[in-house]
């Protein structure tokens, strides 16, 4: 596609744009009384209108039923987590028995690292990337730490190469082959939070297999912003958070995924909980967990409604709208995000980064800065966009085509160019 970076290049592609009504359906932070530049959907998603609605909903059953809203209610709290099997199995390209909605994400990897981090005397390390998220780190840490493992002989950070801001896929796959029959585990995200970078997944999947270990992935930054195929790539497990790319709110709920050839095994290890419980007897309170089916016997307690019930308004976008479809407008949003970036510096001696994102990639775009970054990204701020920075000197943006427009980057652009 020729980019143009001119108002009306940016407004004619938003009037092309067959998801444009989608932006009214969302609250868009004001500057100075007009709509900011929100780019950082990739920290916190914007409140979709309807939220308020749908929390409403279960409060005015909670008023109504107390107790019985459990039953009796319009959507009654006993199944409640039965109403996201359907469409948080499309965002991620899951059979619906394989996902469950429970808990927050990194509740979520421990429990089921429980089941798939079973390390023995030879067979007892995990590969993740490098400069992962910090609680993935801590995660890993704590696990082998949890099984009398030190993290240095145990835990293997996969690296850019020197110069280098991204990994290969065949580095990566290498380290596993490297490693061979002492991986136990092999543990990624889908999409690198710092340098934006998505992973392929299918292939690490295939190579930790191959030398007989455990895939999981940390999908915070990918589910909402990738297709996914997680059932055919035969990954083992995942989880996701549903704040970012899926707008359910600050700590919203998360998700999680156990692929079903270990989703109806009752013998494999886990920490249980009632509601994980079978349904069908679990107010027998008897002795002795019998799971139920799928990647809900993971669940621990019931359901967090009113946080789940904001998880619901953005689920019915996503219902709406295919991840095929997101990533059709996305591809292009991004790299004329990119064209504006690279436009602005040939006009502005001040302006000099370097972006660190690769071509594989969803929403996100990240730029290095020089040392005069912190004050770029306060003049951003200071004139209505809302981005993110990350020390030491990182600027994350990520526009969200559910609800961010060419225009919003061409404003960008001119924002930038005033540096």
Not at 223 to 228: F, I, T
Request: proline residues 4%; hydrophobic residues 40%; negative net charge.
């Amino acid at each position: 596609m020729q980019f143009e970076n001119t108002q009306e290049f940016a407004l004619k592609m938003d009037q092309n744009d067959s998801l444009k009504s989608y932006r009214s359906q969302f609250f868009i932070p004001q500057h100075n009384g007009k709509d900011s530049v929100y780019l950082t959907g990739n920290s916190l998603g914007l409140q979709p209108k309807s939220v308020k609605d749908k929390i409403q909903q279960e409060l005015d059953d909670w008023a109504k039923y107390g107790v019985d809203g459990h039953f009796d209610g319009k959507n009654p709290w006993f199944h409640y987590h039965k109403f996201f099997s359907e469409s948080a199995a499309k965002v991620v390209g899951a059979n619906p028995k394989e996902v469950v909605v429970m808990n927050n994400l990194t509740v979520n990897l421990h429990l089921l690292m429980v089941s798939f981090y079973r390390p023995t005397k030879t067979r007892y390390k995990i590969i993740m990337e490098g400069g992962a998220f910090p609680s993935d780190q801590y995660a890993m840490e704590s696990q082998v730490k949890f099984h009398g493992f030190s993290y240095e002989d145990a835990v293997i950070e996969v690296f850019p190469r020197e110069g280098e801001h991204s990994l290969r896929t065949e580095d990566i796959l290498a380290t596993i082959t490297e490693h061979g029959d002492s991986v136990a585990t092999v543990m990624f995200s889908g999409v690198q939070y710092y340098t934006g970078q998505a992973f392929n997944m299918k292939a690490i999947t295939e190579k930790a297999h191959e030398v007989g270990a455990i895939a999981g992935f940390d999908l915070a930054h990918a589910a909402g912003n990738l297709e996914l195929q997680l059932h055919d790539w035969d990954v083992d497990f995942a989880v996701w958070c549903s704040y970012k790319y899926l707008n359910s709110g600050p700590g919203g709920v998360s998700g999680a995924f156990v692929h079903e050839r270990h989703a109806d095994n009752p013998d494999l290890p886990r920490f249980a909980g009632w509601w994980g419980h079978n349904e069908s007897e679990r107010f027998l309170m008897k002795k002795g967990f019998n799971p139920e089916s799928g990647a809900a016997g993971w669940q621990l307690s019931n359901a967090p409604v009113l946080s789940m019930a904001a998880h619901r308004a953005s689920l019915d976008m996503f219902d709406e709208v295919s991840m095929a479809q997101l990533n059709e407008k996305s591809k292009p949003l991004n790299a004329f995000l990119q064209f504006v970036v690279e436009d602005a510096a040939k006009s502005n001696d001040k302006l000099t980064f370097e972006i660190i994102t690769p071509e594989e990639r969803g929403c996100q775009l990240s730029v290095l800065t020089g040392e005069n970054g912190k004050m770029l990204f306060d003049h951003l701020t200071k004139n209505g966009v809302i981005a993110d920075w990350r020390e030491p000197n990182v600027i994350r943006m990520a526009p969200v085509p559910l609800y961010n427009s060419f225009e919003d980057i061409y404003r960008f652009g001119e924002i930038l160019k005033s540096f």
